[in-house]
């Protein structure tokens, strides 16, 4: 099997929020390239981004991940929201310029997806075939409230919803509901027994890398169904 290509690079985040690094990793048939952004507490190059983008590599998706500003800069707090989804704007056009031929999606972990949606809600990605999300933070342990999920119903494109059972941050009942009140846009798929960080629990018998790559299949397979 050929290895995909791997480029480091860096671009222009949000205004007046300098330059971010990115990751580019391009298998040798690429199908489409997926923006992906990191959550919260970790930046691009936490375990699960590198396990997730090498096993969508296999399956013949790319990955443009890339650093939010406040990682770079070596910060713990996120940006504000205008900086973040900002950035996810920049990062957007900066894989475009990359890879102007590719079919493009985006998405992320946690946060990182739900900024992107909400980039998306604002006001539509140029040339975005749809979103993927890794464990969409819906609430916060115990929140009753599923505010952050409001900007969904704006969201214009198809949404691939990758979720674990044992996640804190979305009770599958609740993250069900919204999904299904959403219409016929979004897909939810369950990592069975997967939490928050797709950590499964060992009775399972699984590696890490075995359910990153039943995630990969996943998000090709829906890739496939959405390609023009």
């Not at 489409?32 to 090498?54: N, S």
């Not at 016929?184 to 890398?209: C, M, N, W, Y």
Request: hydrophobic share 45%; proline share 7%.
């Amino acid at each position: 099997m050929t290895e995909p290509a791997i480029s480091e690079l860096r671009f222009a985040a949000a205004p007046g929020a300098g330059e971010v690094s990115a990751i580019l990793l391009k298998p040798a048939e690429c199908q489409a390239l997926l923006i992906l952004a990191h959550g919260a507490g970790a930046g691009m190059r936490h375990r699960f981004m590198d396990g997730v983008a090498e096993a969508l590599s296999h399956h013949g998706i790319g990955t443009f991940r890339y650093q939010f500003p406040y990682v770079e800069a070596g910060r713990r707090r996120p940006d504000r929201a205008p900086v973040l989804t900002g950035t996810v704007r920049a990062a957007v056009a900066a894989a475009r310029e990359l890879e102007p031929d590719l079919p493009l999606l985006a998405g992320g972990k946690s946060m990182g997806g739900r900024m992107t949606s909400t980039a998306q809600a604002e006001s539509s990605l140029p040339g975005l075939l749809g979103l993927v999300f890794f464990g969409f933070p819906l609430h916060r342990p115990g929140d009753p409230s599923n505010a952050r999920a409001d900007h969904l119903s704006d969201v214009d494109v198809p949404m691939l919803f990758v979720q674990g059972p044992r996640d804190r941050l979305a009770e599958m009942g609740r993250m069900a509901a919204v999904v299904g009140a959403l219409g016929d846009r979004p897909v939810i798929s369950v990592v069975q027994d997967a939490d928050h960080g797709f950590d499964v629990l060992k009775r399972t018998g699984k590696s890490a890398e075995e359910v990153y790559d039943e995630m990969a299949i996943v998000v090709r397979s829906w890739t496939d169904t959405i390609l023009p």
